[in-house]
């Protein structure tokens, strides 16, 4: 396959038409742009129990750049925490509290409580003072005062966990190359095609 070389593109306009350079630079740039997220989205999701499609639906590719540049941007909030796997979980209520009557008198006074998996490396975890209700993890505003309002608990947002200097540098030396090959390869298909050889 004959190379072309994306890093002197006032040159292949002169020598080409400018129109089939910059389809060839559209398409080679946006299917490394896929090709980084899908990088990216592969390498979160050894780190944190999360779906791809959780990540897919946060990601936006952006043109911050007349010829080449995409910027990959990840928006979103923190997710609710009820997203990472949620079980429930006898715990109990005070190192202290006994049962005072019934099957389990002098046992620990205990309480439903719930655990979730976020980080992969660090398995379940007890959400402390929360519990599950109504699809949604929730603990007191004041754990120390059973009645005030019960709040959701929420983890990690995606921007947060695609925030990995690891991750990010494996996703910018694929990009490096995998695009000089993607145009090449466009380049070659558009001019074969404009000559009537496919």
């Known amino acids: 396959m004959l190379e072309y070389d994306i890093r002197d593109l006032k040159a292949l306009r002169e020598t080409f038409d400018p129109k089939v350079v910059n389809k060839a630079l559209k398409w080679s740039v946006n299917a490394s742009a896929r090709k980084a997220a899908t990088r990216i989205s592969k390498e979160t999701r050894q780190r944190y129990d999360i779906k791809a499609g959780d990540i897919k639906r946060r990601l936006r590719i952006e043109r911050v750049e007349r010829d080449a540049g995409r910027a990959l941007l990840y928006t979103g909030t923190r997710l609710p925490l009820v997203q990472f796997k949620p079980k429930e979980k006898w715990v109990s209520v005070t190192p ?6 019934g099957p389990r008198k002098g046992s620990m006074a205990r309480r439903r409580g719930v655990t979730v998996r976020v980080r992969k490396d660090k398995g379940r975890q007890l959400v ?13 505003a004041d754990k120390d005062d059973n009645k005030s309002r019960p709040i959701p608990r929420f983890g990690p947002s995606i921007p947060e966990m695609v925030d990995n200097p690891e991750v990010m540098r494996e ?14 390869g466009r380049m070659q298909y558009l001019l074969s095609k404009q000559a009537g050889l496919t």
């Open 96 to 101: 202290k509290r006994r049962v005072k009557s």
């Open 171 to 184: 996703a910018q030396d694929l990009v490096r190359r995998d695009l000089p090959e993607q145009f090449s």
């Open 128 to 140: 402390q003072g929360g519990w599950l209700a109504k699809g949604q993890i929730f603990r007191r």
